[in-house]
């Protein structure tokens, strides 16, 4: 039975790690080998198991050897393939580098590169549509809503919401697009969104001139639109949840937000997002069942009972809500019939026949094909993105709760894969607009549908079958952004199922994204998750684990900015000259590297008290204004207790902020630990002068410096500086030579290249006050940097880490939960660049900032498996709310047999060494440079920005920037 009490990190609290394993933190679970299993018998463990369902005969093998591994019966293990030496404080402070070759246990007999079928010409064109469009903003939604809230202004905030759901269900445009197997849109025009003013709408308002030109995600909004949206915000000053959550907050929250310490955008402007809801169950009952389920239990409510009124309300605003959405569905099987009776082509006819047939079935009953689950699972899709704006809408496991539906069906197989395809095409339909700034954040049209394949059973068996594969083929079919498609993996995962997936990755689409079932549950368990939910678990968002349909994890709930939290304690608690942070101490004061450490711990404490009440305000917004009753009712503890998910009913609560610019610290804390404390290169003071002087850079007012520019400048040197360039004459004449050639021809963008002059910060600088500065800011480059299997460094970084995670986890949020700590970007680590000045590592002032736990973009110069090593050092279990890795590997490293089985073999080194997610982008610097130049050419180049993919083409240029920067990374 999966209970509530939290675990202990081992399961059964003892410690089983052999002696050259870690005793403690992120290794503490790890599977000593069992005594007298040779590798025979390793070999015969693996084949025991495949794509079809052989766990039983695995299991019994296991348990024979003695393989059940520290965590419990049946519980994902890992046999150690890597050999470690010395321990310090959970990290391996020396390991013997991985053998390619012994990562498969017979490599010679591995299954090798299959390729992909080409996609149908339906799926072709279907495609053709989305890449073409340009996206819409479209008044339906927001006129529909508001005119329900007006009517039902004194109702209760679920009865309002369930009235407005019932009035956009019955409402709402239906539309079925040319050649479509699966129905339902968001939208009339291809691609486009509805406007969401019950939480937000002055931006929208804002923006009515400018958002379809802007850089990042712009969006068409027709001259009609507008006057449109104008009458319907006329009625929402004052009343939106971002009003009131904006009216929770004190000064000095608004005052670190503004600071850019973070943000709290996310749930602040927008609806409740993150979560997976139970797709299955809608097969299983459909939403007959689920009213039915309500109104049962309404009526076994106690009248006696003082609560009985408040869930009476939820059972009302339930009901009310799903019979609408039937509704809904049964509109769109009267659409196909009308369009059926005037089709001249035949087959598609009887297509549209179909399809009303199969929207007349599901979702009001249970689905009984696979065609009609195919129907009802995107049904609940649309559904959840028209009652809120919230993104991050999971399709979770869908290989689990499809598969049977695809086993019993008599479905030819091609077919079946094109419904799934088709899928695939409707999950990139979908769309939401952000405000500018906030779609600098989330640049590339982000929703983060993040759909997971793989991994386990809850009874700790390989979850593997036919339809994870159709996942897989379905990326190369469809080749767009969306879903967020991820596997899981762990020692049970087969061969082929790791090949396939690495196969996919291979096309260049930074798809799927990679996951360990050894770190992720574990991590779950530590935060409080039992162990059958634990493994039932899949990625939300970009990176962060929940149980399944079990959870409120209000992920991606902030950007934290630790960049900017140790800018300010070089200032002693000022951003930009203001006080913004308690006075630790003028740099020049501290005395030691500890006071320095400490220092940073006293900011890091005092900006999460105000990054949390931040978030319990927003929090605290949703719970009183914007109970969601479809989402809820399909959230395991909400029907039990009559209550909705923001209010707290859901399994398990959590509410997850992120940080960045991980590495940038870390090398910051390395490089003044070096050069100031222990080899006294230069004094406090010194160092200081150089950092607030930007090392003798500025940034052209027009240029903002991402990439390899954020270490080596751009511009050219005043004449008020007095020295001209610095270059030495080889330096300055291959310089004129890459001017007159590429230059003048315009072959290449100078502002890209490495060799920019320092630019005086201040018009009576001198050529020896530059050089001084110029000449600290290669020392301070010079030191050790993260990504580079140092273990002195790495030691470090987890340990910097901490201060922001320790700080962060166990925070309580309004719903009953835990904080617990995330490290991943999206693309915040380009826009929130800008308000950090220098740092000690050399990175210049206003320029992108680190992403994820990924080394800085250039300074991973030791291989694919050295920064892999130094990233899992990085305590998984201090970040229960995700971490992630960004990886660039060249075409060429993976190309062929060979190349396919040495990426194979990367992805389980990192595994090995208990790293959580790693994602990667197979491309090189020509092609993006190409695509930079030529977007109309390459308008299907996908590319892997963070925890996310999308469209290279329509990125803001910095983010551009950034994504070239990275370092590309190859096996020699």
Not at 258 to 285: M, Q, S
Not at 471 to 498: C, N
Not at 573 to 599: C, Y
Request: charged share 25%; proline share 5%.
């Amino acid at each position: 039975m999966c209970g509530t009490d939290k675990p202990s990190v081992t399961g059964n609290g003892q410690c089983e790690s052999s002696p050259t394993d870690c005793v403690g933190g992120l290794f503490e679970w790890r599977k000593k080998p069992s005594a007298g299993i040779k590798g025979s018998e390793k070999r015969k463990v693996q084949k025991s198991f495949g794509a079809g369902h052989k766990n039983t005969e695995r299991v019994l093998k296991m348990q024979k050897n003695g393989l059940k591994g520290v965590l419990g019966p049946f519980r994902s293990h890992r046999i150690m393939k890597t050999e470690m030496t010395t321990c310090v404080d959970g990290v391996f402070s020396q390991a013997k580098k991985l053998d390619q070759k012994s990562i498969f246990y017979e490599e010679a007999n591995m299954a090798i590169a299959k390729g992909f079928s080409e996609p149908t010409d339906r799926i072709k064109q279907l495609k053709a549509r989305i890449i073409d469009a340009m996206p819409t903003v479209e008044a339906d939604r927001a006129e529909l809503l508001t005119e329900a809230y007006k009517k039902y202004e004194g109702a209760t905030p679920v009865i309002r919401n369930a009235r407005a759901n019932e009035a956009i269900f019955n409402g709402i445009p239906v539309t079925i697009r040319p050649g479509e197997l699966i129905v339902g849109a968001l939208t009339v025009t291809d691609r486009g969104c509805q406007i969401y003013p019950e939480f937000s709408y002055d931006w929208v308002e804002a923006e009515f001139d400018t958002m379809a030109t802007r850089k990042c995600d712009p969006f068409e909004i027709p001259e009609d639109t507008k006057r449109r949206l104008s009458e319907v915000f006329k009625y929402w000053p004052g009343k939106t949840n971002s009003d009131l959550a904006h009216s929770l907050m004190s000064d000095k929250a608004l005052e670190c937000q503004a600071e850019g310490v973070f943000t709290v955008g996310n749930y602040y402007f927008g609806g409740i997002g993150h979560v997976c809801v139970d797709y299955g169950k809608v097969l299983r009952v459909g939403f007959s069942g689920i009213v039915k389920e309500a109104a049962e239990k309404k009526a076994a409510l106690d009248p006696e009972d003082p609560e009985t009124i408040v869930k009476t309300q939820f059972y009302d605003a339930v009901i009310i809500t799903y019979n609408a959405a039937i509704n809904l569905a049964h509109r769109y099987a009267a659409k196909a019939l009308e369009m059926a009776q005037t089709e001249i082509n035949p087959q598609r006819k009887k297509e549209l026949l179909q399809i009303a047939q199969n929207c007349a079935n599901v979702p009001e009953k249970p689905a009984q094909n696979f065609w009609e689950a195919c129907q009802a699972f995107w049904f609940v899709q649309l559904i959840m993105h028209l009652e809120s704006s919230g993104h991050s809408i999971s399709p979770g496991r869908f290989d689990q709760y499809m598969y049977p539906y695809y086993q019993n069906d008599t479905i030819d197989r091609d077919f079946a894969q094109e419904l799934v395809d088709c899928i695939f095409i409707k999950l990139n339909d979908l769309n939401k607009t952000r405000d500018a700034i906030s779609d600098e954040l989330f640049a590339g049209y982000a929703i983060f549908q993040n759909m997971c394949a793989g991994g386990q059973t809850p009874e700790g068996l390989d979850a593997t079958n036919d339809v994870s594969y159709m996942q897989l083929d379905a990326i190369a079919h469809v080749g767009l952004p969306q879903p967020s498609m991820s596997i899981r993996y762990w020692d049970g995962t087969p061969d082929e199922f790791l090949l396939r997936a690495c196969e996919v990755v291979r096309l260049g689409h930074g798809l799927p994204a990679m996951y360990s079932d050894e770190v992720a549950i574990p991590m779950l368990e530590n935060d409080g998750v039992c162990l059958e939910d634990a493994r039932d678990w899949l990625p939300i968002g970009c990176v962060e684990p929940q149980p399944q349909h079990k959870a409120d994890g209000w992920h991606d709930a902030a950007f934290f900015n630790c960049c900017k939290v140790l800018d300010i304690t070089l200032h002693n608690g000022k951003s930009r000259g203001k006080q913004l942070g308690p006075k630790t101490g003028e740099m020049t004061e501290m005395q030691t590297f500890e006071d320095f450490v400490k220092a940073y711990e006293e900011q890091m404490k005092f900006f999460v008290h105000y990054l949390v009440e931040s978030d319990n305000c927003v929090d605290y917004a949703h719970m009183m204004n914007m109970p969601m009753p479809f989402e809820s009712a399909l959230v395991d503890g909400c029907l039990d207790k009559g209550k909705s998910v923001q209010e707290g009913a859901a399994k398990y609560n959590f509410t997850g902020p992120q940080a960045f610019g991980t590495a940038d610290v870390i090398d910051s804390f390395v490089a003044v630990k070096q050069n100031v404390f222990e080899d006294h290169k230069y004094t406090m003071a010194e160092m200081m002068d150089a950092i607030d002087n930007n090392f003798g850079y500025t940034v052209d007012p027009n240029f903002n410096p991402t990439g390899s520019d954020r270490e080596q400048g751009c511009g050219t040197a005043p004449a008020s500086a007095g020295g001209g360039s610095t270059r030495s004459a080889m330096e300055q004449k291959v310089w004129e030579v890459v001017q007159s050639v590429l230059g003048e021809s315009n072959a290449i963008d100078l502002s890209a290249l490495n060799g920019g002059e320092p630019v005086v910060t201040g018009a009576s600088a001198g050529s020896d006050q530059l050089a001084k500065w110029n000449k600290i800011h290669k020392q301070m480059l010079s030191a050790p940097h993260f990504g580079n299997d140092i273990p002195e460094v790495d030691l470090l970084g987890r340990r910097v880490t901490k201060i922001y995670s320790s700080e962060v986890h166990g925070q309580k949020n309004p719903r009953g939960g835990i904080y617990h700590a995330g490290c991943y970007t999206v693309s915040a680590n380009v826009g929130m660049g800008r308000d950090v000045d220098a740092l000690p590592d050399g990175r210049l002032a206003q320029s992108a900032l680190s992403d994820n736990i990924s080394p800085r973009h250039g300074f991973d110069v030791s291989g694919p498996t050295a920064a892999n090593a130094s990233s899992a050092t990085i305590d998984a279990l201090d970040f229960g709310n995700g971490t992630l890795l960004n990886q660039k590997l060249l075409p060429s490293a993976v190309a062929g047999d060979e190349g396919l089985k040495r990426f194979a073999a990367l992805v389980r080194a990192y595994f090995d060494h208990k790293g959580y997610h790693i994602q990667f982008n197979i491309v090189n610097r020509e092609s993006l440079l190409e695509a930079q130049a030529h977007p109309e050419q390459h308008k299907d180049l996908i590319v892997r920005v963070a925890g996310y993919s999308a469209q290279f083409v329509v990125l803001a240029k910095d983010v551009q920037d950034d994504i070239i920067a990275r370092t590309e990374q190859t096996f020699e």
